[in-house]
């Protein structure tokens, strides 16, 4: 069983910064994608940023030029680094890995922005 621990999550007013870390209990190099997913009240969970075995990343429209996927092969962490945060950003952060057929899921981090 894969397990993924979050990290990293808190409070914070508009215009700050925050790091979330993911770290998986398996090799990184056996995870074809690792990546986060967020949650707002009331809304449908949406993917925010994403990193593949090759190293390439993708992230959402809303959130390009703010935050950065990154991971550490050695640590087999991936981290989100959040710049320029917005009360919109606000939700639960999930972290996921997708190892061939299956999606594994952390318990999620809240993230919270004030105006």
């Known amino acids: 069983q894969v397990q993924l621990v979050e990290s990293g999550g808190g409070l914070v007013q508009a215009g700050g910064s925050l790091r979330l870390s993911c770290a998986a209990s398996?090799?990184?190099?056996?995870?074809?994608?690792m990546g986060w997913y967020r949650q707002a009240p009331g809304k449908q969970r949406e993917l925010v940023a994403r990193?593949?075995?090759?190293?390439?990343?993708n992230c959402a429209d809303s959130v390009k030029g703010r935050f950065t996927i990154s991971r550490d092969n050695y640590k087999n962490t991936v981290y989100l680094q959040m710049n320029s945060l917005k009360p919109e950003d606000t939700a639960v952060y999930y972290c996921?890995?997708?190892?061939?057929?299956?999606?594994?899921w952390g318990q999620g981090t809240q993230v919270t922005v004030s105006s």
């Open positions: 990193i593949t075995n090759d190293g390439s990343t």
């Open positions: 996921y890995a997708h190892i061939f057929f299956n999606d594994y």
């Open positions: 398996v090799s990184i190099f056996s995870i074809n994608a």
